[in-house]
């Protein structure tokens, strides 16, 4: 069932939340009107990226419009790569990840997001869906706040964003718990920041 919805929290200051918001109607256009078979190739730069992994994955199960990751899900399990999916808790509150194989029964959550039945584990590399970013390696979410609070609380882990090229802006404003990402994939290009 999916939750009935409640404005998040909102701790940025009012200008950044606002540009935030006119960039996320924006970024969600671009996303729609992107050319699908291109997702592709993210995948491809993701699997070059990944393949080499030890220890496990937080990946993505896709909303409508989102880049389809779940050919990744199934090319982690079969090179041993233990996959985790998150699951969406109350507003508020970092992402919970449980194990996924591709034999998992998915469970519907919270805003038509999906999980798997398996145990709660603690991912090193987390995969970060991205409505917009730009080059500094700001992102831009559906303004949950739920990756930036997960990725604080794993400040260990490896934070690699993912969006089609299409997705770029020139400056995305920062509030005080924007996290950052590791590097940023598209179908195009890796962007490093460590
Ligand atoms: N595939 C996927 N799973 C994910 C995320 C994501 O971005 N993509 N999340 C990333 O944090 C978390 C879920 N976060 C979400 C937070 C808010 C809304 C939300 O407010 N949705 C609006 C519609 C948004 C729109 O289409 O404009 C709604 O349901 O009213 C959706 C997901 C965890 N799982
Ligand atoms: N660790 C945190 N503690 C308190 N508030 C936070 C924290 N992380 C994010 N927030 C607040 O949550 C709200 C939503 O954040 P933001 O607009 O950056 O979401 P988003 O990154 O687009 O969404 P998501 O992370 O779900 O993809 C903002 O007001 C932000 O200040």
Redesign the pocket.
Known sequence: MVAPHTP?????PPD??AR?KDL?VHCMAALRAREVTRDQGIIHNLERLLHRSAGPVACVWPLPHEVDLRPLCHKLAEWGIQVALPQTPPR?TPLVFRQWHPGSTMLTGRFGTHYPDGPVMEPDLVL??L?GFDRAGH????????????L?ALPHATSIGYAPSTQEVGHLPC?????PLSCIVTEKEVIRFD
């Open positions: 998040p929290p909102c701790n940025d950044v939340a935030k996320r508020g970060v869906p409505l992102r831009l979410g559906y303004g949950g706040g739920y990756y930036d609070r997960t604080a509030g005080p718990y924007d996290q």
